[in-house]
């Protein structure tokens, strides 16, 4: 916006308090923490980096602890659960706790195990994130190959997107020989075949045996596949 600090000018950066952390241990990587929040992200990366590492917490418990937040001596901002004997004792020194406690941050962490190098993954309740892990076998197929088609055909069965269990059938056995073909490098019976799934599709599309959907999303990956083999 113009006027404002992020106003774009030469040879400036924009102001912002961005901070995703990988935290090293002994040279490998050991911790990652971001969240959002405006001025809040870096005190609560900060926070959740210290819980776990010098009060040695777990990190779901690290990033559940309540924070506080100062931008300005001396307000401080602050989450439910700071001890009541903690506040007072600042109050004590001149900082002055806002009137209500609020939400500050919403970090999202992973932490790896140098002995087993398991990863743990936690994000904070105040929002609905949720660590999810997920390994190679878990991922689809690469794009353009008859193992994603397979892949595909499989999705949409399970979306009930085929109409009869037939044309499931009958599709897969063209892909099994099309899989087949393109293991073995025989590539002009691959695109011969590859055309007669085509063919298959459209005959199953007109007699309602499978979804438009299903049929519009088999024929664009048959055609990306055979562009590749082209």
Avoid: C
Wanted: without cysteine.
């Amino acid at each position: 916006m113009p006027g404002g600090a992020n106003q774009v000018e030469p040879n400036k950066r924009p102001l912002s308090s961005m901070t995703p952390t990988i935290v090293l241990q002994d040279g490998e990587p050991f911790m990652t923490v971001g969240s959002p929040g405006g001025t809040t992200i870096i005190t609560s990366v900060m926070q959740t980096i210290v819980n776990v590492i010098g009060y040695d917490m777990e990190l779901k418990d690290a990033i559940e602890e309540p924070r506080i937040f100062s931008s300005s001596y001396p307000s401080i901002s602050w989450e439910s659960g700071i001890p009541s004997d903690v506040r007072e004792e600042l109050a004590a020194m001149g900082h002055e706790w806002q009137a209500s406690a609020g939400e500050i941050g919403n970090v999202n962490s992973l932490v790896i195990d140098s002995e087993s190098g398991a990863y743990f993954g936690a994000a904070d309740s105040t929002r609905e994130g949720k660590a999810i892990g997920i390994t190679a076998d878990d991922l689809p197929p690469e794009a353009s190959t008859v193992a994603y088609l397979q892949y595909l055909a499989d999705e949409l069965e399970d979306d009930g997107e085929f109409n009869d269990a037939n044309a499931k059938r009958h599709a897969d056995a063209h892909l099994a020989v099309l899989a087949h073909y393109e293991s073995s490098g025989s590539m002009d019976k691959a695109v011969k075949h590859l055309n007669g799934f085509n063919t298959l599709l459209d005959h199953q599309v007109a007699n309602d045996l499978i979804s438009e959907e299903a049929y519009e999303e088999l024929t664009a990956a048959s055609d990306d596949l055979m562009d590749e083999w082209e």
